[in-house]
């Protein structure tokens, strides 16, 4: 019945207000399960990254498909905030019209 | 303009040819790094000038050293280019970050406590919202699964936004191992929860739900 219905979510509604803390992850939490979705078995490190950016961002103002032949390169710089901020810097300079 | 053979050949001679190889460089680096580093470090700021200056000095010294791991795979520019932009943003970290106390992070090692461990409490049946089970349960595996310092990191970078670079400085260790060693425990996370029979993204969606 909708009544029925209409009571049983205002109760739910107010279990769900009464227990949210501890019914919603917390920020970390929620950047944690972020990065666990991206995270895969086998990823290359920082150093690795850096020795290929040059190329890596010339092949991308080339309009490579990166992601094709080089997908661990941008997984990487989807992960690391450092590298990617240098890829950013690297294509800024090459690029200035890039903002 | 010099081809890639050009460049190498000029920067390993002596006198002359290699001052003004030098120079070029130089000059081509002053005209670049200002577009690459304008979103971290405002044309504004009254040390903009002279912090292109020192990035140019250090990425031309840092050139030299490193002519013979140039594998001509990209234009020689660009791969100058792309060691001047490590030299800037990793200065722009430390300074940024050098006088932010990040205290949980330079504990020493060998205080670094093991996992914690949780005496087993299953989900309680009767619970009116599964959700919270859930929630309480992959908290129970972060923190049975992460050591103390590994949290501490992993809250630095997501939370603080403290950069990688400097995470690993304050630890004692750098980046591209700091890297790795979260990558394993994530690794360890993720092959936890599936375990457990929960995967990162269906909690997401679970979450994000209304």
Same mark, same amino acid.
């Given at each position: 019945m909708p009544t029925n219905n209409k009571m049983m979510k205002s109760i739910f509604d107010w279990f769900r207000r009464r227990f949210k803390k501890w019914y919603q992850p917390d920020p970390m939490m929620q950047k944690m399960l972020q990065s666990l979705a991206m995270t895969e078995e086998h990823e290359i490190s920082c150093d690795d990254v850096f020795a290929v950016l040059d190329q890596f961002v010339e092949a991308v103002l080339r309009g490579e498909n990166v992601l094709l032949f080089m997908p661990l390169v941008r997984q990487h710089l989807d992960m690391c905030p450092d590298c990617r901020e240098e890829y950013e810097s690297l294509l800024r300079m090459l690029q200035p019209a890039f903002t | 303009m010099r081809d890639n053979?050009?460049?190498?050949?000029?920067? *390993?001679?002596?006198?002359?040819q290699r001052d003004a190889a030098l120079a070029d460089l130089h000059?081509?680096?002053? /005209?670049?790094?200002?577009?690459?580093?304008s979103k971290w470090l405002s044309p504004e700021n009254p040390q903009f000038e002279s912090f292109i200056e020192d990035t140019a000095q250090e990425t031309l010294l840092r050139v030299l050293d490193g002519l013979d791991s140039f594998e001509g795979r990209s234009q020689f520019t660009t791969w100058a280019y792309k060691i001047a932009?490590?030299?800037?943003?990793? #200065?722009? *970290? /430390?300074?940024?970050?050098?006088?932010?106390?990040?205290?949980r992070l330079e504990e020493e090692e060998a205080n670094d406590s093991a996992p914690r461990q949780f005496a087993s409490s299953d989900p309680s049946p009767e619970s009116v919202?599964?959700?919270?089970?859930?929630?309480? /349960?992959?908290?129970?595996?972060?923190?049975? #699964?992460?050591? #103390?310092?590994? *949290?501490a990191a992993m809250h630095a970078i997501h939370m603080q936004d403290v950069p990688m670079e400097e995470v690993a400085r304050r630890m004692g260790t750098n980046r591209n191992a700091l890297y790795k060693l979260l990558h394993d425990a994530r690794l360890r996370l993720k092959h936890r929860l599936a375990r457990e029979g929960l995967s990162p993204k269906e909690l997401l969606e679970m979450f994000a739900q209304e």
């Open positions: - | 053979d050009t460049w190498l050949r000029d920067l *390993r001679a002596s006198g002359e000059a081509l680096l002053l /005209r670049a790094l200002p577009q690459g580093v932009a490590r030299v800037a943003l990793n #200065e722009l *970290r /430390r300074r940024r970050w050098r006088d932010v106390s990040l205290d919202i599964e959700r919270g089970d859930i929630l309480q /349960r992959v908290q129970q595996i972060l923190a049975e #699964e992460l050591t #103390e310092r590994q *949290r």
